[in-house]
């Protein structure tokens, strides 16, 4: 499975933008899907997760209310739209793909086993 990241730059405090993460190589709707990000000096974190289906959805605290994850499973792709960007939320943005259906969503690197390239989201104040 193939992921391609894209959608990052540089936006004002305050402002939005829309990541796009598409997948090649599978079966788009076997796979639950995450993005996590990195800011310099700190441990990657996941931001948000994806069911299968879309139904099912998790967001971190520091997110939740910004940030919206959503999928088309007709267009292999899923969605991070960002909402009230803050300074805080600079770092790069990945895709992840999990194969496991253990459970409905995961918010945990470990079960991810594809990774896209990322793409850099700079929020300036």
């Known amino acids: 499975v193939q992921l391609q990241a894209s959608g990052g730059g540089l936006v004002q405090a305050g402002g939005s933008l829309r990541l796009s993460c598409v997948a090649s190589?599978?079966?788009?709707?076997?796979?639950?899907m995450g993005w996590f990000r990195r800011a310099p000096g700190k441990e990657r974190e996941c931001v948000t997760a994806i069911s299968r289906s879309g139904s099912s959805t998790a967001y971190a605290d520091s997110v939740k209310g910004r940030f919206t994850i959503s999928r088309d499973n007709a267009k292999n792709t899923v969605y991070l739209q960002m909402n009230s960007l803050k300074p805080e939320d600079t770092a790069v943005y990945s895709c992840?793909?999990?194969?496991?259906?253990?459970?409905?969503?995961?918010?945990?690197?470990?079960?991810?086993?594809?990774w896209g390239q990322g793409t850099l989201v700079t929020v300036s104040s």
């Open positions: 992840a793909v999990t194969r496991s259906r253990a459970y409905s969503y995961y918010t945990e690197s470990k079960w991810y086993t594809y």
């Open positions: 190589g599978g079966t788009f709707s076997n796979f639950a």
